[in-house]
C-alpha cells in the first residue's frame, strides 16, 4: 500500500505566496519522478511541475519564474513553492510519484495524493 499525503493549501490574496508538501509513505521500493497538477473547475488536470530522481525540473510555461519543485529522496517528499500567485493559480492541487512497490519492483505505477485546494483572491 503507498499512500502520497498533501498539505499546505488554502486562501491567498494575488501576489501571495504559498507552499505546498507532499510526503509518499508505504511498501516503496523507488520512486521515479514526482510532480505537482493541477485541476481548476471545468478544466483538464494540467501539468504543474516535475522533478526526476536526479533533480532535473521541469514545470509549465504558465508558472516558471514563480513556482519551485524540491524533491528530499531521503524523506520521500516534494515541495512546491507557490510565489507571486495569481487568481488563475486557483484549482486543486495533486501531488504524484511513479513508484514501484517492493510486491511488483519491475512495475511502475502512478500514485496521487487526495488534492489540496489553493485559492487565490484578487
Not at 511513479?98 to 502512478?110: F, G, H, L, N
Request: charged share 15%.
Amino acid at each position: 500500500q503507498v499512500q502520497l499525503v498533501e498539505s499546505g493549501g488554502g486562501l491567498v490574496q494575488a501576489g501571495g505566496s504559498l507552499r505546498l508538501a507532499c510526503a509518499a509513505s508505504g511498501s516503496i521500493f523507488s520512486i521515479n519522478a514526482m510532480g505537482w497538477y493541477r485541476q481548476a473547475p471545468g478544466k483538464q488536470r494540467e501539468l504543474v511541475a516535475v522533478i526526476t530522481g536526479d533533480g532535473t525540473t521541469y514545470s509549465a510555461d504558465s508558472v516558471k519564474g514563480r513556482f519551485t519543485i524540491h524533491r528530499d529522496n531521503a524523506k520521500k517528499t516534494v515541495d512546491l513553492q507557490l510565489n507571486s500567485l495569481k487568481p488563475e493559480d486557483t484549482a486543486v492541487y495533486y501531488c504524484n510519484a511513479r513508484i514501484s512497490t517492493y510486491q511488483y519492483k519491475a512495475v511502475i505505477s502512478d500514485f496521487w495524493g487526495q488534492g489540496t485546494q489553493v485559492t487565490v483572491s484578487s
